[in-house]
């Protein structure tokens, strides 16, 4: 592996995504300023279910833009054993991390959104705002087009410079330190599992928020029972990923105090919270028991 022709084509590749991206940065900004209107603008609501049906398939192409990118890192991203010389593997840099999590949280509910007009058509003005808030703090804050995988590139291209730098010391500790990213964490069957789930989870904590807000303000029971069907959809795929997630934080965080991480615990919370919920609606019936459960 030359790291000169290799940092080169990854730039070039950046580059490209950043052509291709930057267009639909603003194309989606654009979009989460109509579906916000439409959703607010009793004139504009005729057009709302096809609004956000525009914005998941303008998402879903981003998504599209996105998975060429790390297919083509996967391809040019590999790492090299100082001793051997051989290609130890390629990295396999997930579609969920750094500069892209909101992104996709922001194509779930714009998928689940689209899902659920079929059945309570009532929701779309609360989950198309949802969407457009975070379709746009995706693009605007995160930029997964113009700046993706800060983090990633600059490990990776600090590793390159060390290849070309000679230097054996500086060689053997990037390698070590870019090796054990690659097995441990971008190429782990964790990355490619415990996210995904959460993010389904969320997504469908976000249509049941949107349904409870609507049975507190219009008191009809009809929207307590969509508010449950989609939090209990959403329950499973968070308990199931943060049981698989738990070992592999042990193994990972070996020696570190990672019981103080602000997102493990915001987990837990969420776990607990949602695990009160639909322990309490078991005793809906019950006198002042109601609110309880809305709140």
Not at 76 to 95: F, M, N, R
Not at 125 to 132: D, F, K, M, R, S
Not at 190 to 211: E, I, K, Q, R, T
Not at 266 to 295: D, E, N, Q
Request: hydrophobic share 55%; charged share 10%; aromatic share 14%.
């Amino acid at each position: 592996m030359d790291p000169i022709t290799t940092q080169n084509a990854v730039l070039a590749s950046t580059r490209t995504l950043a052509a291709i991206g930057s267009p639909l940065q603003a194309l989606v900004v654009g979009f989460a300023v109509v579906l916000a209107a439409a959703a607010l603008l009793p004139t504009m609501r005729v057009h709302l279910s096809r609004a956000l049906t525009a914005m998941a398939l303008l998402l879903a192409a981003g998504e599209g833009v996105l998975i060429w990118f790390h297919w083509r890192l996967y391809q040019l991203c590999v790492v090299t054993s100082p001793d051997t010389g051989a290609v130890t593997g390629h990295i396999a840099v997930s579609v969920w991390v750094e500069s892209e999590k909101l992104y996709v949280w922001a194509l779930v509910v714009a998928v689940m959104g689209v899902l659920a007009k079929r059945h309570r058509e009532e929701l779309l003005p609360g989950i198309a705002l949802v969407t457009a808030v975070l379709a746009s703090a995706a693009v605007l804050f995160g930029r997964p087009f113009t700046e993706p995988l800060p983090q990633f590139l600059g490990q990776y291209m600090g590793y390159l410079q060390a290849l070309g730098s000679g230097v054996p010391q500086a060689i053997q500790g990037a390698y070590q330190g870019m090796e054990a990213s690659r097995q441990y964490y971008y190429n782990s069957w964790y990355m490619w599992v415990h996210p995904p789930l959460l993010f389904l989870g969320y997504g469908a904590f976000a249509v049941s928020f949107v349904a409870t807000i609507q049975m507190v303000r219009t008191r009809f029971s009809g929207y307590e029972s969509t508010a449950y069907r989609w939090a209990r959809l959403g329950y499973l795929p968070l308990t199931l990923g943060m049981l698989l997630g738990f070992p592999w934080a042990i193994l990972a965080w070996r020696g570190e105090s990672w019981w103080w991480s602000g997102k493990v615990n915001m987990s837990i919370m969420m776990w607990f919270l949602y695990t009160a919920y639909l322990h309490g609606r078991l005793y809906l019936r019950r006198k002042g028991m109601w609110k309880w459960v809305a709140a």
